[in-house]
Every structure is written in C-alpha cells, then in structure tokens.
C-alpha cells in the first residue's frame, strides 16, 4: 500500500528494458545486418530494419564487435553503458512502438573501446531523433497505404 503511495504519477513513464525487448537470436541479428539502414555518429552506429508486419516486434540490441574491442570485460560494460542510455532515452519511440503499426528490429554498436555513460548518451541522442522522425515518415506512409488499399481492393 505504501509503493502506491509514494509512486509519482506526473512522472508516468516506463523506464524499464525487459528481455522481451532486447534482439536476440542468431537469425534475427542475420536479418538485420543483412538488410538495413544506418545512421551513425563518432563512435556510435544505429542499424535498423522496419517490417510492415507489427508481429515482428519492435526489439533493439546492443552490439561490441570483438575485432575492436579484445577485452570481453570491456565489450560488456560499454554493452552495459548502451543499454542504459537507450533504457533512460526509449521514450522517443515509445508511443510509436505502442500503436504497433510496424515492426523493428534494431541494434546499438560502437567502435570505442572507451565510452562512458555521459558519451554514450550524448552521442546517442541524436540518432533517437533521426531515427523517430524516419519512423513516423514510415508510419504515415503505412496508415497512408493501408487506409487506400481497402477502396483500391473494392474498386476492383
């Protein structure tokens, strides 16, 4: 009774990641590199594939090439560091993901060997804001097409 007390609820946004979201698979990373769009910054780079079948899911990975970075301890903590950017930063997608028009599948990797949160972050918010206005151009395309081919389908 008291969590419900204190919880704020001006503040009424889901700061969490849950594996459910996170891409994971051998042929879904297959797909994905085969297939995709990039926008990058320095040391980050942003591929992502839109499916027009929501029940793709949107899911987005994090990824440390080891021909860049040996140390398998520091792969995982700038893996860590990504994922805790892009958790504090979802909510540029948010409400995109919730209509569930579409969907994605898309993954974080960097070419540094030294990121911090605060490069991660400021390096990364950027591309969020790329990313989200390519995927509304891509959802009024959709809503756009989808609301023409039923009259197109009873013309015919």
């Known amino acids: 009774m008291k969590k419900a007390q204190n919880r704020s609820d001006l503040n009424n946004c889901d700061f969490t990641l849950p594996r459910t979201k996170i891409l994971r698979g051998k042929r879904n990373f297959e797909r994905l590199f085969h297939k995709s769009t990039v926008l990058s910054n320095q040391s980050i780079q942003f591929r992502y594939r839109l499916y027009q079948n929501p029940s793709e899911g949107c899911l987005i990975g994090f990824v440390a090439p080891k021909k860049r970075i040996r140390s398998a301890v520091k792969r ?10 892009y958790r504090l930063n979802q ?6 993901f919730n209509k569930k028009t579409f969907g994605l ?15 991660a972050e400021k390096e990364m918010l950027p591309i969020l804001e790329k990313a ?5 151009e891509f959802e009024k395309r959709r809503v756009g097409f989808s609301s023409e081919s039923p009259r197109n389908e009873s013309e015919q």
């Open 105 to 119: 599948h898309a993954v974080f990797m960097t070419n540094s060997d030294e990121m911090s949160y605060e490069r």
């Open 91 to 96: 909510n540029y997608f948010s409400d995109l």
């Open 132 to 136: 989200r206005e390519r995927f509304m």
């Open 76 to 85: 995982n903590r700038i893996k860590r560091i990504l994922r805790e950017a």
